[in-house]
């Protein structure tokens, strides 16, 4: 089944690294302000219910998307993140714009995760419309905040080894 038809949200706290000690940076772009706050509170109670402690989230804002990248670069200067999550909604428009937003955040990402050996979590939503971003943002198919949550914890965990 594709995710497209289900959600991906459910986790069991069980199976989660317990995460008391760890620090998170969390980047959130303003552009679509009403889909990225709720990408951000997914990730927020994800990492709070996982025992990570309120005053070890690290967040800011940045404009848009594209800018995740460079706000994901200043977070990576405190060493003491173990994550970087990066929150984000672009949406198709009638121009080439999409593809290149998404292409830029996603290498920009990757290498930072290569040049930092840290995590950096792709959390931003890439859809062809409002309502499919709403659906996966606390919508009929979860909330990809609490993906990216999860994804967090699980790769923290791995590189801390």
């Known amino acids: 089944m594709s995710s497209a ?15 008391e000690s760890y620090r998170f940076g ?5 552009w679509n302000h009403e889909i990225t706050e709720a990408l951000l509170t ?12 309120a005053e070890n989230l690290i967040q800011f804002f940045v404009p848009g998307s594209f800018e995740l990248t460079a706000g994901a670069a200043l977070l990576a200067k405190d060493e003491s993140m173990d994550a970087i999550i990066c929150l984000g909604c672009v949406i198709q428009g009638e121009t080439r714009h999409f593809d290149f937003i998404c292409h ?3 290498q920009g990402l990757t290498q930072l995760t290569i040049k930092h050996c840290r995590p950096f979590i792709f959390g931003v939503l890439t859809t062809d419309n409002q309502e499919q971003a709403v659906d996966r943002s606390g919508g009929k198919y979860g909330n990809k905040g609490i993906e990216a949550g999860i994804t967090a914890l699980k790769m923290a965990a791995l590189f801390r080894g």
């Open 26 to 30: 969390i980047v959130v772009a303003e």
């Open 5 to 19: 038809h289900q959600s991906l949200s459910a986790f069991n706290l069980e199976e989660i690294p317990n995460a």
């Open 104 to 106: 830029a955040v996603s």
């Open 42 to 53: 997914g990730v927020k109670d994800t990492l709070l219910k996982a025992g990570v402690k």
